[in-house]
């Protein structure tokens, strides 16, 4: 039965993770309803999100390593230090500081506090508004190549929100880039860029962490999991940054606020536990 739940598990975490609605809030919720009804915890989320990302390092395969190319040579000197793409390694690196930060302080709270459904429910509908008012109000003008330093702060900053699930890491981020005026597939193309450091040393970290520690879901489990998400991952991708160039982001704002309040209810009610 753990397999079967693991394959489902991994199955939502590929379908969600990048999308603005919150994987790890969908991983946390679905443990409840899934037999032996059990949180799958912060560590698995974390390791089957390396999964996701490795579907991010394939869909951009090219922009990454031009983009390591080129921060490589401007650091020895070979191009210039402006360079657009060697700039772009500078920004991942300054906007990865903030998740790397936080995450390190508040790790406690991170795979405890923070994974209440009270507080999953709240973020689902607070994040979801504001996602729905930045692409309401953002100008949608600005392109990758007009981010500063300042801006990568503040892309990261929203990044390290998603430590707590409901946020939405992807959600975020792209909420933060609407309101500095970016497009929609800017704003995501730096979000998937910025995630990568952030995800697979969570990930691999959760991954050496967990050696000889109770889990949720053995090794096995967790490796399917993490296959089957970076299939679905990859093909949710190429669907995501294809329907955001001509689309709004209302379809999700609205899911968003309904499962909140859904969960809200179920809560409340009594039917499931925080």
């Known amino acids: ?14 379908l969600t993770e990048f999308l603005p609605i919150s994987s790890s809030a969908h991983l946390r919720i679905l443990g409840e309803f899934l037999p032996g009804a059990k949180d799958p915890g912060a560590a698995f989320t974390a390791i089957t999100q390396i999964g996701t990302e490795a579907a991010v390092v394939v869909f951009f395969w090219r922009d990454i390593v031009r ?12 191009i210039p230090r402006d360079d657009a793409d060697a700039r772009m390694g500078w920004l991942i690196i300054i906007g990865s500081v903030p998740i790397v930060v936080l995450g390190l302080l508040f790790q406690d709270e991170i795979e405890t506090t923070f994974r209440s459904l009270w507080i999953v429910a709240i973020m689902l509908i607070v994040f979801g508004i504001l996602l729905g008012v930045a692409d309401a109000v953002g100008a949608k003008k600005r392109r990758l190549k007009s981010l500063t330093y300042r801006d990568g702060a503040i892309f990261g900053g929203a990044q390290a929100l ?9 959600g975020g981020t792209i909420t933060a880039g609407l309101f500095m005026g970016y497009e929609r597939r800017a704003a995501a193309r730096y979000a998937f860029l910025l995630a990568i450091p952030a995800v697979f040393g969570s990930g691999f970290y959760q991954v050496f962490k967990s050696i000889g520690e109770p889990s949720p879901y053995g090794p096995v489990e ?5 296959v089957i998400a970076f299939v679905v991952g990859l093909a949710v991708i190429a669907f995501f940054m294809s329907y955001i160039s001509k689309r709004s982001f209302l379809p999700f704002v609205v899911y968003r606020i309904v499962l909140g309040v859904v969960l809200l209810v179920l809560l409340g009610t009594g039917v499931i536990n925080a």
């Open 162 to 170: 998603a430590l707590i699930p409901g946020v939405s890491r992807s």
């Open 1 to 14: 039965m753990d397999l079967i739940n693991a394959i489902i598990l991994g199955l939502v975490q590929g």
């Open 67 to 78: 983009i390591i190319s080129s921060w490589c040579k401007a650091l020895v000197g070979k």
């Open 222 to 226: 967790t490796l399917v999991a993490t």
